[in-house]
């Protein structure tokens, strides 16, 4: 089945401790997003790419990071920087950045 | 203020009823307009898209787009309690360099319970 997958579904992270979100497509999208999901603040961009090896900052990088090293790939990494990192965060990917996103199920962090 | 305005509920309608959710916006350079639901600790997943004013119909779902009040709704036909669950509205404006659609905006969701 195409979709996206997103690995995995509940992780936990210490103290100055940096983890890895997996986000797999097998849609061929070009263009890949992350989110942040918050109660009461709706969804937010924290890192985007429209194409393999390049990838721009969203409102709200600062403690994150990504690479999009293939097409299929856009993992997230959320550094020790990020001082309140529990939220649910989710992958999405487009055709192009023109059509409408797909959204993976979600990764839920949270802070031990 | 929001650039997106949503109503967070939770709306309770028996079964069989018809839904209307709705979202305003202050942004008259949206252009592209979204309605996405989301069951309890998954995904969005898109129901409906539309780039210009007027009704869009799938199944028991209608999307409604009033560009001269900037506002939007999403009606559901015939309430299940399937349908119970958070629905987005998300929007995107052309970007003025590209002219390919910029980052989606979205609102907070509005939580629907729809009981037997």
């Given at each position: 089945d195409g979709g996206i997958t997103q690995s995995p579904k509940?992780?936990?992270?210490?103290?100055?401790?940096?983890?890895?979100?997996?986000?797999?497509?097998?849609?061929?999208?070009?263009?890949?997003?992350?989110?942040?999901?918050?109660?009461?603040?709706?969804?937010?961009?924290?890192?985007?790419?429209?194409?393999?090896?390049?990838?721009?900052?969203?409102?709200?990088?600062?403690?994150y990071s990504v690479s999009r090293e293939k097409?299929?790939?856009?993992?997230?990494?959320?550094t020790s920087a990020q001082?309140?990192?529990?939220?649910?965060?989710?992958?999405?990917?487009?055709?192009?950045?023109?059509?409408?996103?797909h959204f993976g199920d979600g990764t839920r962090l949270s802070i031990l | 203020q929001k650039e997106v305005e949503q109503d967070p509920g939770p709306l309770s309608v028996p079964e069989g009823a018809i839904v209307s959710l709705n979202c305003t916006y202050s942004n008259s350079a949206f252009q592209y307009f979204m309605w996405y639901r989301q069951y309890s600790r998954k995904g969005p997943e898109l129901l409906m898209y539309t780039y210009s004013s007027g009704n869009k119909e799938d199944g028991r779902f209608t999307a409604q787009v009033d560009?001269?009040?900037?506002?939007?709704?999403?009606?559901?036909?015939?309430?299940?309690?399937?349908?119970?669950?958070?629905?987005?509205?998300?929007?995107?404006?052309?970007?003025?360099?590209?002219?390919?659609?910029?980052?989606?905006?979205?609102?907070?969701?509005?939580?629907?319970?729809?009981?037997?």
């Open positions: 509940y992780l936990f992270r210490k103290e100055g401790q940096n983890v890895t979100l997996s986000c797999e497509q097998n849609l061929n999208h070009d263009a890949m997003y992350w989110y942040r999901q918050d109660p009461g603040q709706g969804l937010r961009l924290i890192y985007y790419s429209q194409i393999v090896n390049d990838f721009q900052k969203g409102d709200i990088a600062e403690g097409k299929e790939s856009f993992p997230l990494t959320v001082k309140n990192p529990t939220a649910f965060y989710l992958c999405a990917s487009s055709i192009d950045s023109n059509q409408p996103q | 560009k001269s009040s900037k506002y939007i709704s999403l009606f559901i036909r015939d309430s299940q309690p399937s349908d119970s669950a958070t629905y987005l509205c998300a929007m995107s404006r052309p970007n003025i360099n590209t002219g390919t659609a910029s980052k989606l905006t979205f609102g907070t969701g509005t939580r629907l319970q729809v009981t037997l």
